[in-house]
């Protein structure tokens, strides 16, 4: 680190926010981080279903393992947690220890997850040609029918019930995918699972993301998956340590 850089942070490298203001008693409750991936019936069976159709899809853009990933409960280790985010600094995305600056990197999210390092970037900008199969190009049709029930369609114990296709119980077989119902599996993890969004809902921010994985496409999703953890331990150190704010803090 150049030496100017160096004298600038000696003294501010971690975000003292979390020894000041910050307060623990969050971290006591049964489910300290609300949008903390848990795993349903509904979810397993709706990803074994989707695994026979998509599966050999998935490794090749290389998503299998981030999704087969929630097929068994993550349990937080809460005390781990808070103490590694009393060394974040948000200034420059690290946990600053004695022995020098320790981080996650765009490789972590390839070894760890098998997220693609390289790929076109995922950003607002990322708009998903309405194809056949579009949940994106298909929702306003769908809100329109179902009036004010819409919004309730997003929650996640509606979305399966609605978006989801059951497979016959008396004889084991498959039944035909839904019209959207890739789509609509792809938007249900990116929001419930892998960005834990804060609204705890589906959220259509992630509806041309999906998009484009259902159609097959390979994205950068690794950096896309790092910033958002960035972002969501800035959070929660500048909050007073409180881990209500949702994103992914399973993956730190």
Same mark, same amino acid.
């Given at each position: 680190?150049?030496?100017?850089?160096?004298?600038?942070?000696?003294?501010?490298?971690?975000?003292?926010?979390?020894?000041?203001?910050?307060?623990?008693?969050?971290?006591?409750?049964?489910?300290?981080?609300?949008?903390?991936?848990?795993?349903?019936?509904?979810?397993?069976?709706?990803?074994?279903?989707?695994?026979?159709?998509?599966?050999?899809?998935?490794? =090749?853009?290389?998503? +299998?393992?981030?999704?087969?990933?929630?097929?068994? &409960?993550? %349990?937080?280790?809460?005390?781990?947690?808070?103490?590694?985010?009393?060394?974040?600094?948000?200034?420059?995305?690290?946990?600053?220890?004695?022995?020098?600056?320790?981080?996650?990197?765009?490789?972590?999210?390839?070894? $760890?997850?098998?997220?693609? &390092?390289?790929?076109?970037?995922?950003?607002?900008?990322? %708009?998903?040609?309405?194809?056949?199969?579009?949940?994106?190009?298909?929702?306003?049709?769908? #809100?329109?029918?179902?009036?004010?029930?819409?919004?309730?369609?997003?929650?996640?114990?509606?979305? +399966?019930?609605?978006?989801?296709?059951?497979?016959?119980?008396?004889?084991?077989?498959?039944?035909?995918?839904?019209?959207?119902?890739?789509?609509?599996?792809?938007? +249900?993890?990116?929001?419930?699972?892998?960005?834990?969004?804060?609204?705890?809902?589906?959220? $259509?921010?992630?509806?041309?993301?999906? =998009? +484009?994985? #259902?159609?097959?496409?390979?994205?950068?999703?690794? &950096?896309?998956?790092?910033?958002?953890?960035?972002?969501?331990?800035?959070?929660?150190?500048? =909050?007073?340590?409180?881990?209500?704010?949702?994103?992914?803090?399973?993956?730190?």
């Amino acid at each position: 680190m150049p030496e100017m850089l160096v004298a600038h942070l000696k003294n501010n490298l971690v975000d003292l926010l979390a020894f000041d203001g910050g307060d623990f008693q969050d971290w006591n409750v049964a489910r300290p981080q609300p949008q903390w991936p848990t795993s349903t019936s509904d979810w397993e069976k709706w990803m074994s279903r989707m695994e026979h159709f998509f599966g050999q899809q998935w490794k =090749d853009q290389g998503i +299998y393992h981030l999704i087969k990933l929630f097929d068994r &409960p993550l %349990v937080m280790d809460r005390s781990l947690l808070a103490a590694a985010l009393c060394f974040w600094s948000s200034a420059t995305n690290t946990m600053n220890l004695r022995f020098g600056m320790m981080t996650l990197t765009v490789l972590d999210m390839v070894a $760890l997850f098998g997220l693609s &390092p390289l790929g076109v970037e995922v950003n607002a900008a990322l %708009v998903a040609p309405e194809a056949e199969g579009s949940f994106k190009a298909a929702w306003p049709t769908v #809100a329109k029918l179902a009036g004010s029930k819409a919004k309730n369609m997003l929650n996640y114990s509606s979305f +399966y019930s609605n978006f989801g296709v059951e497979d016959s119980a008396d004889d084991d077989s498959i039944a035909p995918l839904g019209e959207v119902e890739h789509a609509a599996f792809l938007l +249900y993890w990116l929001c419930k699972f892998m960005f834990c969004t804060q609204a705890n809902k589906i959220t $259509l921010e992630f509806a041309h993301l999906a =998009d +484009y994985l #259902a159609q097959g496409e390979r994205r950068a999703l690794g &950096p896309f998956l790092l910033g958002h953890i960035y972002r969501t331990l800035h959070d929660v150190v500048t =909050d007073g340590m409180k881990p209500k704010h949702g994103g992914p803090l399973w993956a730190f």
